[in-house]
């Protein structure tokens, strides 16, 4: 494919727009009151001064946003009344998250990305004009590249990674589309070495190993009121927290819990917080038909001192949680998901178990099994019973968890400081083209 194809291919999809996001705000996925930004027309004002525009798509694209802003922003961008942040995303639950932190202080303005029709991107970019664009992760538009960097604005994609399903597109029928667009960038800041390689092998002549953005995302608060609470019922209890459940793994801890049993260990609980809370009902009756009873947070009980199980199923209370674990299983990767980020457990300096599939988080658990803050299971026949017992193991032995808790926070430091070179080289490179500018 190249982008001639490409740009063809949206000559068409173009007349289809107005239907697909008419039944989009229907759905209640699309801000009905601003479907002009998907044209790339605004009804903000852009101020005076300087721009620097962050694109992130989706939640964990804004996360790793947020986290360079506030990198930028701590090394002095923004100080000035004159500077700003100009951030962009696609989905709503992405837009409130952005829209939280500007009340809060954030000196940024909110925008839907453009569809990626060469016009509705041009005419983003003139209106905008930034300073510089930064591209977060794996979303890599085009023309929304492309045309940014042909505007001789400064492009950088950070904390950039494929998984391997993209990678195989943009080597295999992309290739063309991409050797087109990645050596138009300025810098890639890529999450570690294997994903350098690959933007080497695309065409980006400017390409770095760094880290991901993700590991230094906004601490999540602890409600200490919660914990003081929930501790009078862990007295002589070692806790595993299963962080973000899919279907499969209630299943998992079951099979821990029966095992538990089995081996008379009475001193464990297992908190199971899902990934989506709405399946909570089910994780219940499924968890009782075990024969296991199971205490509801959104019930406002707690855990008796004899249960194994207890439900985290309200939103808001991971930090909390993590504070009260002795050991996190970060989940989406015990199940062919991708895994999820495990630093906000790092950030708590607490040790870290995970499965194989986190193609979503390599470069942060290769971090963490690095530096001693965490374990992953292999992928193998054996690996249901690897992680059980790897559990167990790690649950009855307080030491080496004391031991993976200080390695996991200092994994998350030394994430912090690569995170804050990236923003000293990105403010660098604003201030090498701002002089560039003027002469």
């Not at 977060?136 to 998984?163: C, G, H, K």
């Not at 089995?262 to 009782?288: F, Y």
Request: a positive charge.
């Amino acid at each position: 494919m190249t982008l001639t194809t490409y740009n063809f291919l949206w000559g068409i999809i173009k007349y289809f727009l107005p239907n697909y996001l008419a039944r989009r705000k229907k759905n209640g996925k699309e801000d009905g009151h601003r479907i002009n930004e998907r044209y790339g027309v605004s009804r903000k004002k852009r101020p005076d001064g300087t721009i620097v525009w962050l694109h992130g798509t989706s939640v964990g694209e804004s996360v790793a946003a947020l986290a360079l802003a506030n990198s930028m922003k701590k090394n002095g961008y923004g100080d000035n009344n004159n500077e700003f942040f100009l951030l962009t995303t696609n989905t709503l639950s992405a837009a409130k998250l952005i829209k939280d932190k500007i009340k809060k202080g954030l000196p940024a303005i909110h925008q839907y990305h453009p569809y990626d029709h060469p016009k509705f991107v041009a005419k983003f970019i003139n209106y905008w004009k930034p300073d510089m664009a930064v591209f977060l992760e794996s979303d890599f538009w085009p023309n929304l590249i492309y045309l940014t960097a042909r505007s001789n604005v400064p492009t950088v994609l950070a904390s950039s990674q494929m998984s391997q399903k993209s990678a195989r597109f943009w080597t295999g029928l992309g290739y063309f589309l991409a050797k087109k667009i990645f050596s138009q960038v300025t810098q890639v800041l890529a999450v570690d070495p294997k994903q350098e390689l690959l933007f080497k092998k695309l065409g980006a002549p400017h390409v770095r190993s760094l880290t991901s953005l993700k590991s230094i995302a906004e601490k999540p608060p602890v409600d200490e009121n919660y914990i003081r609470n929930l501790k009078k019922y862990l007295i002589k209890k070692k806790v595993l927290l299963a962080a973000s459940t899919h279907p499969g793994e209630e299943e998992l801890m079951i099979k821990l819990a029966d095992l538990l049993r089995k081996q008379a260990h009475d001193d464990i609980l297992i908190i199971i917080a899902p990934r989506h809370i709405k399946r909570s009902t089910v994780i219940q009756n499924r968890i009782k038909a075990a024969g296991f009873d199971i205490k509801s947070r959104s019930k406002g009980e707690f855990p008796h001192r004899n249960d194994i199980f207890y439900l985290s199923d309200t939103m808001g209370e991971m930090g909390s949680l993590i504070e009260v674990a002795d050991l996190v299983y970060v989940a989406g990767s015990m199940v062919p998901v991708g895994g999820h980020s495990p630093s906000e457990a790092s950030q708590f300096g607490k040790p870290v178990i995970m499965g194989p599939h986190t193609e979503k988080c390599d470069a942060q658990i290769k971090d963490l099994v690095w530096s001693g803050g965490a374990v992953q299971i292999e992928k193998d026949p054996e690996m249901t019973n690897n992680f059980l017992n790897t559990t167990i193991e790690l649950l009855s032995n307080k030491d080496r968890l004391e031991d993976m808790g200080k390695n996991s926070l200092i994994a998350s430091g030394y994430a912090q400081q690569r995170a804050d070179e990236a923003s000293v080289y990105l403010l660098g490179l604003l201030h090498e083209n701002k002089i560039n500018d003027v002469a």
